[in-house]
Protein backbone atom coordinates (compact mmCIF):
# COMPACT_ATOMS: atom_id res chain seq x y z
CA UNK A 1 0.00 0.00 0.00
CA UNK A 2 1.19 3.43 -1.42
CA UNK A 3 -0.74 6.40 0.59
CA UNK A 4 -3.93 6.02 0.97
CA UNK A 5 -6.70 3.63 -0.23
CA UNK A 6 -10.44 3.44 -0.16
CA UNK A 7 -13.01 0.78 -0.62
CA UNK A 8 -15.00 0.13 -2.50
CA UNK A 9 -14.74 2.25 -5.14
CA UNK A 10 -18.00 3.03 -6.11
CA UNK A 11 -21.34 1.32 -5.07
CA UNK A 12 -24.78 1.38 -5.69
CA UNK A 13 -26.95 1.04 -2.68
CA UNK A 14 -30.68 0.71 -1.63
CA UNK A 15 -32.17 2.87 1.12
CA UNK A 16 -32.46 1.54 4.27
CA UNK A 17 -28.96 -0.54 4.30
CA UNK A 18 -25.94 -0.20 6.04
CA UNK A 19 -23.18 0.46 4.52
CA UNK A 20 -19.12 0.69 5.36
CA UNK A 21 -16.74 2.97 3.34
CA UNK A 22 -13.14 1.53 4.32
CA UNK A 23 -10.07 3.75 4.67
CA UNK A 24 -6.91 2.52 5.10
CA UNK A 25 -3.24 4.90 5.02
CA UNK A 26 0.45 3.49 5.39
CA UNK A 27 1.87 6.70 6.17
CA UNK A 28 1.54 6.81 10.09
CA UNK A 29 -0.37 9.90 9.69
CA UNK A 30 -2.38 10.75 13.19
CA UNK A 31 -5.22 12.33 12.38
CA UNK A 32 -7.71 11.26 9.21
CA UNK A 33 -10.68 12.82 7.76
CA UNK A 34 -13.83 12.14 6.09
CA UNK A 35 -15.41 13.99 3.35
CA UNK A 36 -18.10 14.52 1.18
CA UNK A 37 -18.47 16.71 -2.19
CA UNK A 38 -21.49 17.28 -3.86
CA UNK A 39 -21.83 19.13 -7.16
CA UNK A 40 -22.02 22.68 -6.38
CA UNK A 41 -20.87 22.54 -2.94
CA UNK A 42 -17.17 22.81 -1.45
CA UNK A 43 -15.94 19.76 0.59
CA UNK A 44 -17.72 19.32 3.50
CA UNK A 45 -16.00 17.52 6.80
CA UNK A 46 -18.29 14.52 8.17
CA UNK A 47 -16.14 13.24 10.93
CA UNK A 48 -12.65 13.29 11.89
CA UNK A 49 -9.87 11.95 14.61
CA UNK A 50 -6.76 13.85 15.41
CA UNK A 51 -5.39 10.40 17.05
CA UNK A 52 -6.15 6.65 17.63
CA UNK A 53 -9.36 6.50 19.32
CA UNK A 54 -10.31 9.47 19.45
CA UNK A 55 -12.72 10.92 16.78
CA UNK A 56 -14.96 14.30 16.27
CA UNK A 57 -17.64 15.54 14.59
CA UNK A 58 -17.19 17.65 11.48
CA UNK A 59 -19.94 19.58 9.67
CA UNK A 60 -22.36 17.08 8.55
CA UNK A 61 -22.30 14.25 11.04
CA UNK A 62 -26.08 13.27 11.11
CA UNK A 63 -26.48 9.45 9.23
CA UNK A 64 -22.82 8.59 9.90
CA UNK A 65 -20.63 6.88 12.48
CA UNK A 66 -16.68 6.27 12.19
CA UNK A 67 -14.07 4.85 14.84
CA UNK A 68 -10.77 4.92 15.34
CA UNK A 69 -9.39 1.53 16.61
CA UNK A 70 -6.17 1.90 15.08
CA UNK A 71 -3.46 4.05 13.54
CA UNK A 72 -4.24 2.84 9.93
CA UNK A 73 -8.26 2.48 9.81
CA UNK A 74 -10.76 4.81 9.67
CA UNK A 75 -14.09 3.40 8.51
CA UNK A 76 -16.72 5.43 7.88
CA UNK A 77 -20.60 3.45 8.75
CA UNK A 78 -23.32 4.36 7.52
CA UNK A 79 -26.61 2.61 9.84
CA UNK A 80 -29.77 3.45 7.27
CA UNK A 81 -28.75 4.79 3.69
CA UNK A 82 -31.00 7.65 2.62
CA UNK A 83 -31.07 8.74 -1.02
CA UNK A 84 -29.58 12.52 0.35
CA UNK A 85 -26.08 10.72 0.87
CA UNK A 86 -25.43 10.08 -3.01
CA UNK A 87 -22.31 11.74 -2.74
CA UNK A 88 -18.44 11.07 -3.57
CA UNK A 89 -16.63 10.28 -0.45
CA UNK A 90 -13.12 11.06 0.62
CA UNK A 91 -10.94 10.15 3.56
CA UNK A 92 -8.24 12.12 4.08
CA UNK A 93 -4.69 12.17 6.23
CA UNK A 94 -2.47 14.48 7.81
CA UNK A 95 1.05 14.06 10.05
CA UNK A 96 -0.83 16.32 13.02
CA UNK A 97 -4.36 17.70 13.00
CA UNK A 98 -2.39 21.31 11.95
CA UNK A 99 -0.79 19.54 8.88
CA UNK A 100 -1.45 19.14 4.84
CA UNK A 101 -4.57 16.59 4.72
CA UNK A 102 -3.90 14.63 1.67
CA UNK A 103 -6.56 12.47 0.24
CA UNK A 104 -7.43 8.93 -1.66
CA UNK A 105 -9.09 8.11 -3.95
CA UNK A 106 -12.82 8.58 -3.42
CA UNK A 107 -15.85 5.85 -2.82
CA UNK A 108 -18.55 6.88 -5.30
CA UNK A 109 -21.81 6.34 -3.46
CA UNK A 110 -25.84 5.85 -4.90
CA UNK A 111 -28.61 5.46 -2.91
CA UNK A 112 -31.31 4.71 -4.24
CA UNK B 1 -20.20 32.61 10.21
CA UNK B 2 -17.45 30.76 8.42
CA UNK B 3 -17.32 31.01 4.24
CA UNK B 4 -14.96 30.87 1.62
CA UNK B 5 -15.78 32.49 -1.87
CA UNK B 6 -14.12 31.81 -5.13
CA UNK B 7 -15.32 32.52 -8.75
CA UNK B 8 -17.58 29.19 -10.33
CA UNK B 9 -15.76 29.25 -13.60
CA UNK B 10 -12.53 30.52 -15.36
CA UNK B 11 -11.49 30.11 -18.84
CA UNK B 12 -7.89 31.66 -20.06
CA UNK B 13 -6.08 30.30 -23.62
CA UNK B 14 -2.94 28.00 -23.45
CA UNK B 15 0.46 29.35 -22.51
CA UNK B 16 -1.60 32.30 -21.19
CA UNK B 17 -1.39 33.41 -17.30
CA UNK B 18 -4.41 33.08 -15.18
CA UNK B 19 -5.03 34.05 -11.29
CA UNK B 20 -7.75 32.51 -9.52
CA UNK B 21 -8.99 35.18 -6.22
CA UNK B 22 -10.59 33.23 -2.85
CA UNK B 23 -11.76 35.71 0.21
CA UNK B 24 -12.09 33.44 3.64
CA UNK B 25 -13.94 34.90 6.96
CA UNK B 26 -13.35 32.33 9.37
CA UNK B 27 -13.07 31.77 13.47
CA UNK B 28 -9.26 31.85 14.18
CA UNK B 29 -6.71 31.26 10.81
CA UNK B 30 -4.23 28.93 10.80
CA UNK B 31 -3.43 29.14 6.33
CA UNK B 32 -4.99 29.14 3.25
CA UNK B 33 -4.63 25.52 1.29
CA UNK B 34 -4.72 25.38 -2.63
CA UNK B 35 -5.68 21.83 -4.29
CA UNK B 36 -6.11 21.23 -7.30
CA UNK B 37 -8.92 18.71 -8.70
CA UNK B 38 -9.13 16.98 -11.88
CA UNK B 39 -12.23 15.25 -12.54
CA UNK B 40 -13.24 12.27 -11.26
CA UNK B 41 -10.25 12.09 -9.64
CA UNK B 42 -9.12 13.46 -6.04
CA UNK B 43 -8.03 16.68 -4.43
CA UNK B 44 -4.01 17.31 -4.66
CA UNK B 45 -1.82 19.63 -2.66
CA UNK B 46 -0.89 22.75 -4.37
CA UNK B 47 0.43 25.29 -2.15
CA UNK B 48 0.14 26.43 1.55
CA UNK B 49 0.04 30.32 3.26
CA UNK B 50 -0.09 31.37 6.07
CA UNK B 51 2.22 34.30 6.47
CA UNK B 52 1.64 37.44 4.25
CA UNK B 53 2.81 37.84 0.43
CA UNK B 54 3.75 35.46 -2.40
CA UNK B 55 4.85 31.53 -2.08
CA UNK B 56 6.23 30.55 -5.83
CA UNK B 57 6.37 26.95 -6.65
CA UNK B 58 7.17 26.33 -10.41
CA UNK B 59 4.56 28.05 -12.83
CA UNK B 60 2.45 27.91 -9.77
CA UNK B 61 2.46 30.87 -7.30
CA UNK B 62 0.17 31.63 -4.18
CA UNK B 63 -0.36 34.58 -2.48
CA UNK B 64 -2.14 35.45 0.82
CA UNK B 65 -2.95 38.83 2.61
CA UNK B 66 -4.35 37.89 5.98
CA UNK B 67 -5.59 41.76 6.66
CA UNK B 68 -7.83 41.43 3.75
CA UNK B 69 -9.31 38.28 4.47
CA UNK B 70 -8.06 37.18 0.52
CA UNK B 71 -5.38 35.05 -1.42
CA UNK B 72 -4.51 33.87 -5.22
CA UNK B 73 -3.49 31.26 -7.42
CA UNK B 74 -1.50 32.35 -10.14
CA UNK B 75 -0.45 29.48 -12.21
CA UNK B 76 1.59 30.56 -15.39
CA UNK B 77 2.54 29.32 -18.97
CA UNK B 78 -0.91 27.52 -18.80
CA UNK B 79 -0.84 23.91 -20.38
CA UNK B 80 -4.02 21.92 -21.03
CA UNK B 81 -3.03 19.90 -18.11
CA UNK B 82 -3.98 22.31 -15.97
CA UNK B 83 -7.70 21.99 -16.80
CA UNK B 84 -9.31 21.22 -13.70
CA UNK B 85 -11.31 22.59 -10.84
CA UNK B 86 -9.11 24.68 -8.18
CA UNK B 87 -9.89 24.44 -4.48
CA UNK B 88 -9.59 27.18 -2.26
CA UNK B 89 -9.55 25.74 1.94
CA UNK B 90 -8.94 27.96 4.93
CA UNK B 91 -7.73 26.13 8.44
CA UNK B 92 -10.16 27.80 11.34
CA UNK B 93 -8.78 28.12 15.05
CA UNK B 94 -10.01 24.02 15.55
CA UNK B 95 -7.30 23.36 12.51
CA UNK B 96 -10.06 22.17 10.46
CA UNK B 97 -10.40 22.82 6.93
CA UNK B 98 -13.16 25.30 5.39
CA UNK B 99 -13.54 24.68 1.66
CA UNK B 100 -14.56 27.12 -1.65
CA UNK B 101 -16.92 25.32 -3.58
CA UNK B 102 -13.90 25.15 -6.29
CA UNK B 103 -13.02 27.24 -9.44
CA UNK B 104 -13.66 24.96 -12.73
CA UNK B 105 -10.40 26.38 -15.28
CA UNK B 106 -11.17 25.73 -18.80
CA UNK B 107 -7.66 25.82 -20.96
CA UNK B 108 -8.44 26.62 -24.61
CA UNK B 109 -5.79 25.71 -27.06
Known amino acids: IAGITQAPTSQILAAGRRMTLRCTQD?????MYWYRQDLGLGLRLIHY???????GKGEVPDGYSVSRANTDDFPLTLASAVPSQTSVYFC???????????FGPGTRLLVL | GQNIDQPTEMTATEGAIVQINCTYQ??????LFWYQQHAGEAPTFLSY??LDGLEEKGRFSSFLSRSKGYSYLLLKELQMKDSASYLC??????????WGAGTKLIIKP
Open chain 1, 92 to 102: ASSIRARETQY
Open chain 1, 27 to 31: MRHNA
Open chain 1, 49 to 55: SNTAGTT
Open chain 2, 26 to 31: TSGFNG
Open chain 2, 49 to 50: NV
Open chain 2, 89 to 98: AAMDSNYQLI
